[in-house]
């Protein structure tokens, strides 16, 4: 397979409790969870808001969990983003005000490139699990897999058509890929970038 990177993660063997329910968590591996998460934007930015990029982030490698939600968006002349953060062990779910880009994306250049719209009812998750999915086959047709998580997906809209581009990326795990040292759990995984045209052709990132 081209254009991988291999990582080792470090999980310290600590007895963890969660504070959220099983039930309410969002998985951005699964149809399910992209419908929620898209449920989730439309409840805290509205449905009619009309964005040029929406984000989605799990909460770590090797996690699918939904960790942040992020939407840019041009008001006024000026480009904004705005975040909602998920619940953690640590933290309660925060919804972000608006807040404008820096004076270096106010630019023409960048103004000018940020002129897709597409209201956020309207996001195709579909399209989504869809990409998600002939992402991981074409994994597989290099690779035995042992695990797959969804680390972050973003689609954008063009600036002159509206049609929707897809980027996002795959950690992937091979089985036996564990070994103990000491106190820490070292797993080594793979993380895979792809895109995704307006017609959901799919090609592995360089």
């Known amino acids: 397979m081209k254009n991988t990177l291999k990582i080792t993660f470090i999980l310290i063997m600590l007895a963890i409790t969660s504070c959220g329910s099983d039930k309410d968590t969002i998985r951005i591996s699964t149809l399910e969870g992209l419908q929620a998460a898209k449920q989730l934007a439309i409840t805290s930015f509205g ?8 984000e989605l982030y799990s909460q770590e490698d090797l996690n ?5 939600i992020t939407i840019k968006y041009l008001k006024d002349g000026k480009l904004y983003s ?12 925060t919804l972000e005000d608006e807040e404008a880009l820096s004076d270096t994306f ?6 000018k490139n940020a002129q897709g719209k597409l209201k956020i009812s309207d996001i195709d998750v579909d399209a989504m699990f869809s990409n998600i999915n002939k992402g991981v086959v074409l994994i597989e047709d290099e690779m035995e897999i042992d695990n797959y998580q969804v680390r972050k997906y973003y689609i954008e809209a063009n600036s002159k058509t509206n049609k929707v581009s897809s980027d996002f990326e795959i950690h992937v795990t091979e089985p036996n890929n564990e070994t103990i040292e000491g106190r820490n759990i070292v797993t080594n995984f793979y993380e895979v970038e792809f895109e995704a045209d307006e017609n959901g052709e799919l090609t592995i990132k360089d």
């Open 47 to 54: 449905a009619d808001l009309e964005v040029y990029r929406f």
């Open 64 to 68: 699918s969990d939904l960790g942040s």
């Open 82 to 93: 705005r975040r909602y953060a998920t619940k953690t062990n640590h933290v309660e779910a």
């Open 106 to 111: 106010q630019k023409n250049f960048y103004i």
